[in-house]
C-alpha cells in the first residue's frame, strides 16, 4: 500500500504559475509510475501527465503539452506538476496517483489503471 499527499495548490491570477508536489510513502517509490488528473466541477476526471518510475518517459495530454511539465524527484519519493500560463479552464481539483509498473513505463492516461490516490489539491485560476 503507498498513500499519497498532495500540496501546492492555491488561488492564481491567469498567466501565473503553480507547482504541484506529490509525496508517496509506504512502499519503494521508484516502483510507481505516477499521474496527474484533474477533475472540475461538474465534469469527469480527466488525464494531465504521466511519468514512469525513473522518471525518463513522461506523457501529456495535448491541452497541456508545453505548459505543464512533471518530474519526480525519487530519493525525496515525490512527484512534481510544474504548471505554467494558467488559464480559468485550469481551475480543478489536482490529483496524484500511483500504479505498480515497469520502472521504464509509464501508466497511461486511464483513471483505472492507477491503484492509490491522493486526496486533491484545489487549484483555483481566476481572471
Known amino acids: 500500500q503507498v498513500q499519497l499527499v498532495e500540496s501546492g495548490g492555491g488561488l492564481v491570477q491567469a498567466g501565473d504559475s503553480l507547482r504541484l508536489s506529490c509525496t508517496a510513502s509506504g512502499r519503494p517509490f521508484s516502483n510507481y509510475a505516477m499521474g496527474w488528473f484533474r477533475q472540475a466541477p461538474g465534469k469527469e476526471r480527466e488525464f494531465v501527465a504521466a511519468i514512469s518510475g525513473n522518471g525518463v518517459l513522461k506523457y501529456y495530454a495535448d491541452s497541456m503539452q508545453g505548459r505543464f511539465t512533471t518530474s519526480r524527484d525519487n530519493s525525496k519519493s515525490t512527484v512534481y506538476l510544474q504548471m505554467n500560463s494558467l488559464k480559468p479552464d485550469d481551475t480543478a481539483i489536482y490529483y496524484c496517483?500511483?500504479?505498480?509498473?515497469?520502472?521504464?513505463?509509464?501508466?497511461?492516461?486511464?483513471?483505472?489503471?492507477?491503484?492509490?490516490w491522493g486526496q486533491g489539491t484545489q487549484v483555483t485560476v481566476s481572471s
Open positions: 496517483a500511483a500504479g505498480e509498473a515497469s520502472k521504464y513505463a509509464t501508466k497511461g492516461s486511464n483513471v483505472g489503471a492507477y491503484e492509490h
